[in-house]
């Protein structure tokens, strides 16, 4: 079982890659049944672009019931750089099953520097589900964990990664002067 860190660290990068990479056909329509409508918060009116490094650590659990269900759990350190200039910290809990491609991650990383010149800091929230190679992804801004300049920052992420190189699309609401 020793492998399992590194291929959860593999299938964490290839349901972001794969995300980055498809366009779900058939997605069910707005006046679907099957959609929860959420409240509308203010437009995304920012955009921020860069890149970034991020390493991964894989954590051993830490009681009984954590170690009987079998999760991966890392550590997340990451660097970015653009219009977004930060570090972030958090750590990521994943499960792979016995179906080839089916697999699911949950993580939360506190990011603090500056976005546009703002500083602060925000938490970011990460769900991916991949169905049998099929993925799915949501990053977003955890609402009220902005600090500093960016407190009332929402918004969403889209992260990339192309021959190895990690890229994030940030569509954001700025937080009102204060």
Excluded: W
Aim: hydrophobic share 40%; aromatic share 6%; with cysteine.
């Amino acid at each position: 079982m020793a492998s399992a860190p590194k291929i959860l660290i593999v299938a964490a990068i290839c349901l972001a890659s794969a995300y980055a990479r498809s366009q779900i056909a058939n997605a069910p329509q707005p006046d679907s049944p099957h959609l929860i409508s959420l409240p509308k918060g203010p437009p995304m009116t920012n955009h921020a672009t860069g890149t970034f490094d991020v390493k991964m650590t894989p954590q051993k659990p830490d009681n009984k019931p954590a170690e009987a269900a079998n999760l991966g759990r890392m550590s997340i350190d990451k660097q970015f750089l653009g219009d977004l200039e930060a570090t972030s910290q958090g750590e990521m809990l994943s499960f792979m099953t016995n179906v080839k491609g089916s697999g699911v991650y949950v993580a939360i990383e506190r990011v603090t520097g500056t976005l546009h010149g703002r500083s602060g800091s925000f938490a970011l929230h990460h769900t991916g589900i991949m169905t049998r190679g099929i993925p799915q992804m949501s990053v977003t801004v955890v609402p009220d964990s902005a600090t500093g300049d960016l407190v009332g920052l929402s918004g969403s992420m889209t992260i990339k990664i192309e021959e190895g190189k990690h890229f994030y699309e940030f569509d954001y609401a700025p937080p009102e002067a204060h």
